[in-house]
């Protein structure tokens, strides 16, 4: 038996883009609490309501 035979065809695509998922969500709730230390009138600036961003 051959060692390609045993191989994976992707090793460690499943970690990826559990990885992918993981850092997606860290940086939608970053901007989250980012967004939510700002005050109405800043976020009128950018065309935002408090109730945008929750």
Same mark, same amino acid.
């Given at each position: 038996?051959?060692?390609?035979?045993? $191989?994976?065809? *992707?090793?460690? =695509?499943?970690?990826? &883009?559990?990885?992918?998922?993981? +850092? %997606?969500?860290?940086?939608?709730?970053?901007?989250? $609490?980012?967004? *939510?230390?700002? =005050?109405?009138?800043? &976020?009128?600036?950018?065309?935002? +309501? %408090?109730?945008?961003?929750?």
């Amino acid at each position: 038996m051959e060692f390609f035979e045993n $191989r994976p065809r *992707r090793p460690f =695509s499943g970690f990826v &883009l559990l990885w992918r998922s993981v +850092r %997606r969500w860290h940086l939608l709730a970053k901007t989250r $609490r980012d967004l *939510r230390r700002l =005050s109405d009138e800043q &976020l009128k600036d950018m065309g935002l +309501r %408090r109730s945008d961003i929750s």
